[in-house]
């Protein structure tokens, strides 16, 4: 007889005790005790528990009650692994690829700002690639082909075994109704955030990646591309801990584009921007300048963006309570003028057992998130800042002007008339709020106990609530909207996912 605990004294339930090359042993129960009966005068006894490191313990007639203490361990190929084909096969044997990343794993010595990008470049075989470059964009996870019951690339995300909506809520600038916006007779200024982006990275105890085809044995055809499993952190049974960190960094670009050396002679085989029916009113601009430039890349991807990380945890407990409660604020500034992205997030995980036969777990998360990601998607007519500013020549100024007043005015372009990409940056708004609420409980039923098995009913249930509502927006008076004959346009979505 004896116990199984962990290094902070947590009794470790259904860890595995058995008579070494023998198939007698047995069980731990909800406190971590086991007894039964050893044939013989000795024997030497094999403690195991996943994700921990075994141990061997010799007993006698002497010794017959055990105090064990099991440490973590990090070899990963005796691992039990869940497949959907079965419950119990080592990492080792398993038929289907599965990989693991932990809590140090994805927030490394800094945390970084989304879930989807904290496993960038951690994963082998899964293509990760950025949606956009606005802060908070989120990422596109690839680990097999596409669905084709779904359509869909991307892979089923489960957390805290409640599959949850990763969709990506259209804001509608560029397109259909809100043309009008930006011009455009075709084109996407959307670049939507995945919503898994919402998660807390700081909150994450660990990732299993399914990507083998037995991942849809147990969560069926919407498992075709893949399954994630994410594991928030949960309490342990101890003195309480309280743990803060504060992250605070900067984002630059490290390689912006030069501008071209433009002389009178390469006006006149180019054109400039005007084109060889213009060449005479670009070398006036040229001439103009009297040498005077202006990097334009610089001037609008050269920002530097502040980014702050805070995140608060209380965990602790005893051994028929225990908690973890979180709150976390990120704000992450871009390197281009009013863009950015903050994200303010609370979780509660309760795990109590009520007595040796029922024990019951839940998990609370509150995600309030904003983003503002300008206009640098794809359009037709000239308002995509990445589009337009590429087109202007470094000796034509229409840097914003401020008079003696404080009143800025934006020169359009000389000649063109065409719009002003420095007043898209400060006037047009393209932003997305969100509020997302995960909740998801377990309630476990231990109803026969043997000296070698047990069974165990297990009744789980959640739900998934997000609410995002975008907001773009062009004032009347900017100049594409002047001539229409309703200038200005507004449009405010509402995205309900449940």
């Known amino acids: 007889s004896g116990n199984v605990k962990d290094e902070a004294g947590e009794p470790l339930v259904g860890a595995s005790i058995v008579v070494k090359n023998t198939t007698i042993g047995t069980l731990t129960d909800i406190d971590g005790k086991f007894a039964f009966d050893v044939p013989g005068k000795s024997a030497t006894l094999s403690i195991s528990f996943v994700g921990y490191a ?14 064990v203490v099991l440490l973590e361990g990090s070899a990963r190929l005796d691992e039990v692994v869940v497949t959907g084909l079965a419950s119990s096969i080592k990492r080792s044997n ?17 945390t970084p700002t989304t879930l989807d990008g904290a496993m960038s470049g951690k994963l082998a075989g899964a293509n990760i690639v ?25 892979p089923l995300y489960v957390v805290d075994g409640i599959i949850v909506n990763n969709s990506q809520f259209q804001t509608g600038a560029g397109t259909g109704a809100f043309n009008g916006a930006t011009g455009a007779s075709t084109g996407s200024q959307d670049q939507a955030v995945n919503r898994i982006a919402d998660i807390n990275p700081a909150d994450i105890e660990s990732i299993d990646v399914l990507k083998g085809p037995a991942a849809a044995a147990i969560y069926g055809t919407r498992a075709n591309a893949g399954v994630i499993v994410i594991q928030t952190k949960r309490g342990k049974a101890g003195k309480t801990t309280i743990k803060l960190t ?3 960094g900067a984002a630059t670009a490290l390689n912006l584009l030069k501008s071209e050396n433009w002389t009178e002679a390469k006006i006149r085989t180019y054109g400039g921007y005007y084109g060889q029916d213009n060449v005479d009113a670009a070398i006036a601009l040229f001439k103009a300048a009297n040498g005077q ?15 702050y990380n805070t995140n608060l945890s209380i965990s602790g407990g005893n051994d028929k309570t225990r908690y973890f409660v979180s709150g976390g604020y990120n704000d992450e500034k871009g390197i281009l003028k009013n863009t950015g992205y903050k994200r303010i997030s609370t979780r509660v995980n309760l795990d109590h057992r009520i007595n040796d036969w029922i024990d019951i777990k839940t998990s609370s998360a509150y995600y ?3 983003s503002s990601r300008s206009f640098l998607g794809n359009d037709n007519n000239g308002v995509s800042l990445g589009y337009t500013y590429a087109y202007i020549p470094n000796f034509v100024d229409i840097t914003p002007k401020t008079d003696a007043n404080g009143v800025t005015t934006y020169p359009l372009w000389p000649g063109t008339g065409g719009q002003n990409p ?22 476990n039923f231990n109803l026969l106990r043997g000296e070698t098995s047990n069974l165990k009913l297990s009744i789980k249930g ?15 008076d900017v100049f594409y909207q002047k001539g229409l004959p309703n200038p200005g346009a507004y449009r405010l979505s509402t995205n309900k996912a449940l």
Do not use: C
């Not at 075994?54 to 105090?67: E, F, R, S």
């Not at 898209?424 to 909740?439: A, I, L, P, Q």
């Not at 959640?462 to 009347?476: C, I, K, M, N, T």
């Open 94 to 110: 398993v038929s289907t690829s599965v990989a693991r990343l932990s809590s140090d794993d994805l927030t490394g010595s800094s």
């Open 422 to 443: 420095f007043e898209v940056r400060d006037r047009m708004k393209n932003e997305d709020y969100t509020n997302r609420f995960f909740n998801s409980g377990e309630v």
């Open 293 to 307: 430039t202006w990097d334009y890349d610089k001037l609008f991807f050269g920002e530097t963006g502040a980014i």
């Open 54 to 67: 075994g141990q061997d313990k010799a007993v006698d007639a002497t010794n017959t009650n055990l105090d």
């Open 368 to 370: 309030n998130t904003y």
């Open 130 to 154: 950025s949606n956009s470059g606005a802060p908070g964009g989120g990422v596109s996870v690839k680990l097999r082909g596409i669905s084709t019951i779904t359509g869909s690339s991307e």
């Open 246 to 248: 504060q992250d605070i």
């Open 462 to 476: 959640g739900a998934d609530y997000a609410l995002s509502q975008p907001r773009v927006y062009a004032p009347e």
